[in-house]
């Protein structure tokens, strides 16, 4: 019968059958004033704490975001009577409210020190809780176009010639990269990129794609291993074909294999510029002519085959 009540009077019936000194009213006593949201609010993730039935009143439906809606309903309303009301809380605020329950998640769980915390960037600076426009994660825009709002720099990487087609949807942001935060690894001694999550194995997120690139090999190109493949190739886009870091193959080379170490070698015995390495030849300028297995080899040390 109470649906039938005028607004103010269900507000008020729910209020009296509240358990007394907690100030939760339930999610019920919400629709009576907010129908807009509540109408698509069995859509949201957030609806099992609702449906499961079992929850306590501090972390059901709206009061487990917004706290005990009590004071609210008996003001009649005023976003200042809502004990967590996101638009007059501060970043750190927003991020405790919502690590309330998603502090066990392991994807979050580096989120104090992630690059966006740091920079106050708060939750609600990219999910939309209650109106999301987007089929998963409660995104305030589309993936792409909601990193791009920052990151304009990127945007024009993945207009270049050669890119990563994120685009035109194949791949997003996320398969790359943790919003979240991300914990050390291995590859660039441990200096990795900003928020570049990892894949099977401590390894590079390249690899989940490019997995003939994975090994172990035999004989191993360093920069692969230790420096990563930000060493030759820009991750986003780039004017040069491969993602290359310089449009010509003997260049990138040669900012390595120089002959510059120990008695005219460096890195794997790779001998000083002579007539078997003449660069000024075009010939000779394609290095990977010759040695086609350049990220890793199981039969030759100098990646011939």
Not at 21 to 42: E, I, M, P, Q
Not at 89 to 96: A, D, I, P, Y
Not at 286 to 296: A, D, Y
């Given at each position: 019968m109470t649906r039938f009540l005028p607004a103010f009077l269900f507000a008020a019936f729910a209020l009296a059958q509240a358990p007394?000194?907690?100030?939760?009213?339930?999610?019920?006593?919400?629709?009576?004033?907010?129908?807009?949201?509540?109408?698509?609010?069995?859509k949201n993730p957030h609806y099992k704490t609702v449906a499961s039935g079992h929850e306590s009143p501090e972390r059901t439906g709206c009061e487990g975001c917004h706290g005990p809606g009590g004071a609210h309903v008996a003001a009649g309303g005023g976003r200042d009577t809502i004990p967590r009301?996101?638009?007059?809380?501060?970043?750190?605020?927003?991020?405790?409210?919502?690590?309330?329950?998603?502090?066990?998640?392991?994807?979050?769980?580096?989120?104090?020190?992630?690059?966006?915390?740091?920079?106050?960037?708060?939750?609600?600076?990219?999910?939309?809780?209650?109106?999301?426009?987007?089929?998963?994660?409660?995104?305030?825009?589309?993936?792409s176009e909601l990193c791009y709002s920052c990151h304009s720099a990127v945007r024009a990487q993945f207009d270049m010639p050669s890119r990563h087609r994120v685009n035109e949807g194949v791949i997003q942001c996320t398969d790359?990269?943790?919003?979240?935060?991300?914990?050390?690894?291995?590859?660039?001694?441990?200096?990795?990129?900003?928020?570049?999550?990892?894949?099977?194995?401590?390894?590079e997120p390249c690899l989940k794609c490019h997995v003939d690139k994975r090994g172990p090999s035999a004989f191993e190109h360093?920069?692969?291993?230790?420096?990563?493949?930000?060493?030759?190739?820009?991750?986003?886009?780039?004017?040069?074909?491969?993602?290359?870091?310089?449009?010509?193959?003997?260049?990138?080379c040669l900012q390595c294999h120089n002959g510059a170490g120990q008695f005219g070698t460096r890195n794997n015995g790779v001998t000083q510029l002579s007539a078997a390495h003449n660069v000024l030849n075009p010939r000779y300028q394609?290095?990977?002519?010759?040695?086609?297995?350049?990220?890793?080899?199981?039969?030759?040390?100098?990646?011939?085959?």
């Open positions: 007394p000194g907690t100030g939760y009213v339930g999610s019920n006593v919400c629709r009576t004033c907010h129908l807009d949201v509540a109408l698509n609010f069995f009301a996101f638009s007059l809380l501060s970043t750190k605020q927003t991020l405790e409210t919502c690590l309330n329950c998603h502090a066990r998640d392991l994807s979050k769980a580096n989120i104090r020190r992630s690059e966006h915390t740091l920079n106050d960037i708060a939750c609600t600076s990219c999910h939309s809780i209650h109106r999301s426009p987007t089929p998963k994660f409660l995104l305030a825009k589309q993936q790359c990269h943790n919003p979240h935060g991300a914990f050390a690894a291995t590859w660039r001694m441990s200096q990795r990129p900003r928020m570049v999550e990892q894949s099977l194995g401590n390894e360093p920069p692969v291993r230790v420096e990563g493949c930000e060493s030759c190739h820009y991750p986003h886009g780039s004017t040069n074909t491969r993602l290359l870091r310089r449009p010509v193959v003997f260049t990138l394609l290095c990977t002519t010759c040695h086609v297995r350049i990220h890793g080899s199981n039969s030759d040390g100098f990646f011939m085959r």
